[in-house]
């Protein structure tokens, strides 16, 4: 089967490997559709991603049909979203050996490529039902909108936020945003932000504001848009192992709430990535735009670049099989 393996900082290959063999409790599934996340590229561009064998094969958003069983529930046909954890994910490869219940059936008529997407909303679904949030009547700002903060503005507007006033570099993305419910979006390659924020504010702050991207550029805007008495939700994967610029005098002062939220791979029951498939079976979100590249696994080291640089106007690179 073809796969792709990471050999180096910034350098992904497609190879051929053997087809995985599956324990008791596992599903060999052929892969239909993977996506290329906001963690594989911090871990490729950033650092060695963690390994899960003698090589390197990564992926952990993926679509496809199981061929083999081990595991009560689930036969050969059947069509599952795959949510292993970051660490152990291989979903961009053509078969993946993945355990049961790391898998949820999929029955509907809506196309597998779209059902994709579930995997990155269902994360930021179980990130606002891990600390549930009062939105009702506040202004909440969110920082990056790849498809983690577009969910976000999106989540947020139906839970009630008064506003969602967001940022990005890309003009696509931003476009995006204002379709899924963005009151203000900001181009932050010609705009500051938060002065933007406090503007739209007069001068108050956001009463929620989500931080996306995980760059140690962005992670100080979290603390600067904060309104007095905000909850601050750190969501972007950190680069690397160092530590952030924290100012815990301001935190105080301001007396902001703030907390993280990881591993919804490993929630009871998985309810946060079904309700995302409800989501989008139900056409309550429009998830079309966001499959903006699907490239073959073949040309995986450009969809890298691609998804990395943000160029063509990527919204979300996936591969297809």
């Not at 063999?21 to 871990?43: E, F, N, P, Q």
């Not at 809506?110 to 949030?133: D, F, K, N």
């Not at 939220?261 to 429009?286: N, T, V």
Request: charge should be negative; hydrophobic fraction near 45%; aromatic fraction near 8%.
């Amino acid at each position: 089967m073809k796969a792709a393996r990471w050999v180096d900082t910034g350098r992904v290959v497609c190879e051929e490997v053997p087809i995985p063999s599956i324990a008791d409790g596992d599903l060999l599934v052929r892969t239909a559709y993977a996506s290329i996340c906001g963690s594989d590229l911090h871990a490729v561009f950033l650092g060695a991603p963690p390994r899960n064998g003698p090589a390197v094969y990564i992926g952990h958003e993926g679509v496809g049909e199981v061929v083999e069983s081990r595991c009560t529930g689930f036969e050969p046909g059947d069509h599952v979203l795959t949510v292993p954890h970051f660490t152990f994910g291989r979903c961009l490869a053509e078969y993946q050996a993945v355990p049961g219940s790391a898998c949820i059936p999929l029955t509907s008529a809506v196309p597998l490529s779209h059902l994709l997407m579930a995997q990155q909303l269902g994360t930021v679904i179980y990130a606002l039902r891990w600390h549930p949030l009062d939105v009702v009547g506040k202004d909440a700002a969110v920082i990056g909108q790849g498809s983690a903060g577009a969910f976000f503005t999106f989540l947020l507007k139906r839970a009630g936020a008064a506003r969602v006033l967001v940022s990005d570099k890309s003009p696509a993305r931003l476009a995006y945003s204002r379709a899924l419910g963005a009151d203000l979006a900001v181009d932050v390659g010609g705009s500051d932000f938060p002065a933007a924020v406090h503007e739209a504010t007069s001068g108050q702050g956001a009463g929620v504001v989500v931080e996306a991207v995980g760059s140690r550029e962005t992670f100080p805007q979290s603390l600067q848009l904060a309104a007095m008495g905000a909850t601050v939700v750190w969501f972007g994967l950190p680069e690397g192992a160092g530590d952030y610029p924290f100012s815990f005098a301001e935190f105080f002062r301001r007396r902001l709430t703030a907390y993280s939220a990881s591993a919804a791979q490993g929630e009871p029951g998985l309810e946060s990535f079904r309700y995302a498939i409800r989501l989008i079976e139900d056409g309550a979100i429009d998830v079309g735009p966001l499959l903006s590249h699907m490239l073959p696994i073949e040309e995986v080291g450009d969809a890298f670049r691609i998804a990395h640089d943000r160029s063509d106007s990527a919204l979300k690179v996936s591969i297809k099989f």
